[in-house]
């Protein structure tokens, strides 16, 4: 599990950063993120992305792009995203 760092929202797309995540996310088949009062929002289309590591040995942070519809409640900094 990781935690929402940003939330970039463009006219046509919604960018999602989080925190550093342990194991392999790049075939994740659903995201699965949780608002403030723990209430699950499932998402099955989606683009994910890495960010580069440099300078540490850290997991790497995953970015996604959400190509569905979302409540506000659910991109906001600090929500637990599940990446399975």
Do not use: Y
């Not at 088949?29 to 590591?53: G, L, N, V, W």
Request: contains cysteine.
């Amino acid at each position: 599990m990781c935690e929402i760092l940003e939330v970039i929202k463009t006219e046509k797309e919604i960018l999602v950063e989080c925190t550093h995540h342990e194991g392999d996310f790049m075939n994740a088949k659903t995201i699965t993120i949780f608002d403030r009062e723990s209430r699950p929002a499932k998402i099955t289309r989606f683009c994910m992305d890495r960010t580069r590591q440099c300078f540490n040995d850290n997991p790497v942070a995953p970015w996604f792009r959400i190509d569905e519809k979302i409540d506000e409640r659910f991109l906001q900094r600090g929500n637990t995203v599940l990446i399975e």
